[in-house]
């Protein structure tokens, strides 16, 4: 497992030295997509991150997912129960290295909207 993570890191280091470009990334406003998996809950979502401020360190973000749970139902079957979530956070960016890779810690509130399966 270890070994494959250190591939997976050096894979990725590699391949965005690669598609680097001559400019530095945007600190504009944002937007995203991402698929994911919270403990076995598989999710779609879309975020918008605003325009840097504070000497171009911190960003609010606002992220909405779509989640499934995989839960036995009342038969014992394997079923597969939507909810959702919504998240609003403050970015602060430590460090941007080589113009296309940039480190930053992400903190703030999670609201939860459950099924009323569950």
Partial sequence: MKKIAILIIVFSGVTMAAIAQDQNLSKKMGFGFQL??????FNLGV???SPYFMNERLAIRVKA???WNEHPDTNAEMTWTPYSNVSV?????????GGFLR???EGGVLFLF???EF
């Fill in 89 to 97: 956070g403050v970015l602060s960016m430590a460090k941007e290295i």
């Fill in 114 to 116: 459950p099924s009323a």
């Fill in 65 to 67: 997912n779509y989640l």
């Fill in 47 to 49: 975020n918008i991150t």
């Fill in 103 to 105: 480190l930053y810690g």
């Fill in 36 to 41: 994911g998996q919270y403990q076995r809950d």
